[in-house]
């Protein structure tokens, strides 16, 4: 079974940083890229940021970028989420995924995703 594990989660200061990291096993895909999605309580869950397999293009949601990066590691099966400048809005659950047809803004087109980290950024 393929599995997604997140990590990197808590709690700071508007102003501060996480990074996110996220592992993947048990799969035997050649090549996917990754993404990250957030979900605040009572909201759809909405896209963050995705990278290529072999990082050759990322991309990002308007609401996050120049503070966010996202970055992989293949050789360790990982894809990481820099979160700088934090905000309140920021505060959400957030869940890395696979898309096996490359990296996309879509939620529909990721096909396995991890269980979530809590980000909460204090006022």
Known sequence: QVQLVESGGGLVQAGGSLRLSCVASGHSFSRYGMGWFRQAPGKEREF????????SATVYADSVKG????SRDN?????????????????????CAIDLTGATRSVSRYDYWGQ?????VSS
Not at 77 to 93: H, I, R
Not at 116 to 120: A, D, E, F, I, L
């Open 48 to 55: 963050v940021a995705a990278i290529t397999w072999s990082s």
């Open 67 to 70: 503070r966010f990066t996202i």
């Open 75 to 95: 050789a360790k099966n990982t894809v990481y989420l820099q979160m700088n400048s934090l905000k309140p809005e920021d505060t959400a659950v957030y869940y």
């Open 116 to 120: 979530g980290t809590q980000v909460t």
